[in-house]
């Protein structure tokens, strides 16, 4: 069975195809491509992801990209006759009608689409959400339009999803190589950490969740990106505050401050991360007055990380107890957090001895597509492509 997969729900336009064998139980799989073109240089300069212009730039690289992923995983192959029958007109008329909002994208998917076979693959999963609204649509109406030109069926997959079974990848996934998946023990407790999410989830089974806890405000890398922001870095800064938080240690400090852990002790498993951001931006206020930056930084950095490493940690291990998960699963953006990774490594390994412990691969941390092809392959909910809508505030449950 062979998946192609496709992302945009943020500021990355990744399409991969993955192909699957075994059995369902523990499946092998190999990745046949992976490919990932990162916008946030173009983000950088405003400081965020601009929703309009990452719209603008999938309808522009969706077309490159899938031809590059197909072409590695040999799949690539021209009509053998190009003539103007009829139903190539109707194809084309309502190609023009599904795309009709993605100018961009259909003038690349005319040039470009229109003149292949159809791929031997057997479906396309998607992300149909949470993400920004227009970067889903522009990659739901792809997926629409190829679904109907090549006559696939579509899998609507949540990108939380295919962050959270990254961790079937393992550590180094080899390309073009068949290798088995790593099971998933369930109940699997899950945190999930992202740009936009910040939630503890407790997975049952494939496709079979409850939300027992999440961000009332900011998500966890949303406070990492906004006080990199205050500290002067650029966008993302969540790597940004790591790397200055890594420096504290050559720094000696001539100033001691210590943030708050909101809702550490709190009697559920919500998080909070706006006054811990708020505080931040008090103390640097006064600070600044006294210190430069450059030996702000690497304190504020460091503290600022530590306090929500401690928050996440401490309620991802009681939660795990409390839940009697067989396995606590790590994902999103944020989990490529060295201190939250060893962090949690550690804790797990005190605290819950008999609890394995998933951390996805730190080359798979970002978003991409093969994590998405990878949750089709479990979910398999096929739909016809005029069924398919995007979601941007898609729940997992
Ligand atoms: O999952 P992701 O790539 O996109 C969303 O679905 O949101 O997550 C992006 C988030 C950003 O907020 C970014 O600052 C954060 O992940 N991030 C990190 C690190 N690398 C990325 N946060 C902390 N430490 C990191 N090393
Ligand atoms: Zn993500």
Redesign the pocket.
């Given at each position: 069975m062979k998946i192609l997969g496709i992302e945009t729900?943020?500021?990355?336009t990744a399409v991969a195809v993955i192909e699957m064998s075994g059995p369902k139980q523990r499946p092998r799989i190999k990745i046949l491509s992976n490919a990932v073109l990162s916008q946030i240089p173009l983000h950088q300069k405003f400081g965020g992801v601009v929703p309009n212009l990452a719209k603008r730039e999938h309808q522009r690289n969706l077309v490159p990209i899938l031809l590059k992923a197909l072409g590695e995983a040999r799949l690539l192959k021209s009509k053998s006759k190009n003539q103007k029958s009829k139903i190539q007109i109707k194809i084309q008329k309502e190609t023009e009608k599904i795309l009709e909002r993605e100018p961009e994208l259909l003038k690349r998917f005319k040039k470009n689409v229109l003149s292949l076979a159809a791929p031997r693959i057997d479906a396309i999963a998607v992300t149909v959400g949470?993400?920004l609204e227009p970067a889903l649509w522009t990659g739901v109406n792809f997926v629409r339009a190829l679904s109907y030109f090549w006559r696939k069926p579509i899998i609507p997959v949540n990108?939380?999803e295919g962050?959270i079974y990254t961790v079937m990848l393992g550590d180094h996934p080899a390309m073009k190589r068949w290798f088995r998946l790593v099971p998933l023990k369930l109940p699997a407790l899950i945190l999930i950490?992202?740009?936009?999410?910040t939630e503890l989830v407790l997975m049952k089974g494939f496709g079979h969740y409850s939300i027992i806890g999440e961000t009332r405000d900011d998500?966890?890398?949303?406070a990492?990106?906004k006080v990199?922001k205050m500290l002067g870095m650029k966008?993302?800064?969540?790597?940004?505050?790591?790397a200055a938080a890594a420096k504290f240690k050559v720094t000696s400090p001539k100033f001691k401050v210590t943030f708050p852990r909101p809702m550490v002790n709190s009697n559920d498993f919500d998080f909070s991360f706006s006054g811990l951001k708020t505080a931040v931006l008090y103390f640097l206020q006064d600070a600044k007055k006294k210190y430069p930056m450059s030996i702000l930084r690497p304190v504020i950095a460091k503290e600022f990380?530590d306090a929500?490493v401690d928050v996440l940690v401490a309620k991802t291990i009681r939660a795990a107890k409390e839940f009697h998960a067989k396995s606590v699963i790590l994902?999103?953006?944020?989990?490529?957090?060295?201190?939250?990774r060893e962090t949690l490594r550690k804790r797990a390994a005190r605290d819950l001895p008999r609890t394995t412990l998933s951390l996805p691969s730190t080359e798979l941390?970002?978003?991409n597509a093969l994590m998405i092809a990878l949750a089709g392959y479990f979910l398999k909910k096929k739909k016809a492509w005029s069924k398919i809508h995007a979601n941007a505030n898609q729940r997992l449950a």
């Open positions: 729900s943020c500021d990355e949470p993400g990108h939380l962050h950490v992202s740009g936009g999410h998500a966890a890398g949303e990492f990106d990199a966008y993302p800064g969540g790597p940004e505050v790591a990380q929500v994902g999103g953006g944020v989990a490529a957090n060295t201190l939250l941390t970002g978003d």
